[in-house]
């Protein structure tokens, strides 16, 4: 596989990773913190959580994934400047 294509399939794989992460974060957050916010929702329920939503949690586990969702933003973001990388052309072809 040619170099190009090996960094937009890194670039998707970190990107994935992101957002599975942030899965976790609210996960983590809706366990603990917000249990009581968690228990005013019913399955399937649809909620539209930003980063900025967990900025004022206690928890400095969720702190501490916030930093490393921040440093992989900032990652993605300088990979697809220096790279000129589209997100819809970073999937396997």
Request: aromatic letters at 10%.
């Amino acid at each position: 596989m040619e170099y190009t294509q090996q960094l937009k399939n890194t670039f998707s794989a970190l990107e994935s990773m992101y957002f599975d992460l942030f899965g976790h974060v609210i996960s983590l957050s809706m366990s603990q913190e917000w249990k009581e916010v968690n228990n005013q929702f019913s399955p399937g329920d649809i909620v539209d959580f930003k980063i900025a939503d967990f900025k004022n949690i206690s928890d400095q586990n969720i702190h501490k994934l916030l930093s490393l969702m921040a440093s992989m933003d900032e990652t993605l973001e300088f990979l697809k400047a220096q790279n000129n990388i589209a997100e819809e052309n970073t999937t396997d072809d």
